[in-house]
């Protein structure tokens, strides 16, 4: 039988593993396994969902917080009911009280495939073995702003500056509802939107730049040609993000030498 995400639950699936059961680790070192699944998650992150009341870690006397195997997996599944569903806090806070009194819940809405999900299986809770995450589907305004926990006037906002903005078509994609987080989860920390307009422009840049290299590739004739463009723009678009965080990080242990 499956137990709750605050329990010890089946480690398969799930974002990465934290030393022997009983053992208590940092916050550093819950945010490094969380990484492996949730590239985008930050120890602000994790503090703002400690504030929430959704995860609750020990305290030592000095007041360092300490983390079980069980508040690790309660977190994966907290970002993971965000990432894949756009469920909002107050959802998630909901559905994890019913899976700690041992319910039977359903998540509300349709996946990828169209069926529904028991978030208490092990599939839904903890992925699936071997099994890629499936794409998501677009989101209307509603549910990215639920999934970013903003408002209307705040996504307004951020359109009026270029930084989000609609798929041809209508609808939001994955990639936009995490943008979405982290202007939400920037905006905490007083950066406003007028802020990051750099950055904005500073990506558009740098996938000028990745399509200047595979243009010429996705032109061609041969089909693996082709299929080979694609692989070499997911690659340089790897690299890339890689390097701008590589430069930030060095820039900032520059100025704060």
Do not use: C
Not at 19 to 36: E, F, H, M, N
Not at 53 to 66: A, C, F, N
Not at 123 to 140: D, F, I, K, L, Q
Not at 145 to 157: G, T
């Amino acid at each position: 039988m499956l137990r709750t995400p605050t329990g010890g639950a089946p480690k398969n699936g799930t974002a990465g593993t934290v030393g022997p059961a009983g053992r208590l680790v940092s916050i550093g070192t819950v945010l490094t396994t969380l990484r492996d699944e949730f590239p985008e998650v930050t120890i602000s992150k994790i503090r703002f969902l400690e504030a929430e009341g959704l995860v609750e870690p020990r305290r030592t006397p000095s007041g360092y917080r300490k983390f079980s195997t069980g508040d690790v997996e309660r977190l994966g599944h907290i970002l993971r009911l965000q990432r894949d569903h756009y469920l909002p806090l107050k959802v998630i806070r909901e559905q994890l009280d019913a899976l700690d009194r041992g319910e039977q819940i359903r998540i509300p809405g349709p996946t990828a495939h169209g069926e529904s999900v028991d978030p208490a299986s092990p599939s839904a809770v903890y992925g699936e073995v071997g099994r890629e995450r499936p794409t998501v589907p677009r989101v209307g305004r509603a549910e990215l702003i639920a999934a970013a926990e903003a408002d209307e006037a705040q996504l307004v906002e951020w359109e009026s500056y270029g930084l989000i903005s609609e798929a041809p078509g209508g609808g939001f994609d994955a990639e936009t509802v995490t943008v979405a987080r982290l202007i939400a989860d920037l905006g905490r920390f007083g950066l406003e939107p007028r802020h990051l307009r750099a950055m904005k422009a500073a990506a558009d840049r740098e996938a000028g730049l990745v399509e200047q290299v595979v243009a010429p590739l996705r032109r061609h004739r041969n089909p693996q040609t082709r299929a080979h463009a694609e692989a070499t723009l997911k690659e340089l678009a790897s690299l890339s993000v890689r390097l701008h965080e590589a430069l930030v990080q060095t820039a900032l242990g520059v100025r704060l030498r």
